[in-house]
């Protein structure tokens, strides 16, 4: 991965600082500032990310991570993520899809499509992942 210049790593280390974590131990992601993405979501939120590791054919689903703490700057807004919790595991893209059909979520779902949602229907697709694990 490519090192941010340096007026990002002094903000990365004080988001390390405030969290009382190391840098190394820092997950995030950088979103432009303008984004919907970046105005609306906040420390607080949960995230979900659909990913392709390097070299794989499918698609996973990341199980929900807190956003920590939210950093601005002119350009770029970076999110700082917490741990996933080990009661949530890995879905396929297949079995997540059917976790939001199940549950008739209404919104088209895919890598690089962000959407805020709801608190009800988040606390089903958490409620609806954690029984995933079970079975």
């Known amino acids: 991965m490519r090192q941010p210049p340096a007026d990002e790593q002094r903000k990365i280390a004080q ?8 840098e190394d131990e820092l997950s995030w992601l ?3 500032t303008d984004s919907k993405f970046a105005k609306e979501c906040c420390a607080g939120d949960q995230l ?8 794989a054919k499918r698609l996973i689903v990341c199980p ?8 601005k700057s002119a350009k770029w807004t970076r999110f700082y993520l917490g741990e996933p ?3 949530f595991p890995e879905l396929s893209w297949g079995r997540f899809n059917q976790l939001l059909n199940d549950l008739d979520y209404p919104r088209k779902v895919g890598p690089g499509i ?3 949602v709801k608190p009800d229907m988040s606390e089903a697709i958490v409620k ?3 029984s995933t694990a079970k079975s």
């Open 15 to 22: 988001a390390a600082e405030k969290l009382e974590l190391e």
């Open 30 to 32: 950088r979103w432009q």
């Open 48 to 55: 979900i990310q659909i990913w392709k590791r390097a070299g």
């Open 64 to 71: 929900p991570v807190p956003v920590l703490l939210k950093q």
């Open 85 to 87: 919790s080990p009661r």
């Open 114 to 116: 962000v959407q805020l």
């Open 128 to 130: 609806a992942w954690k």
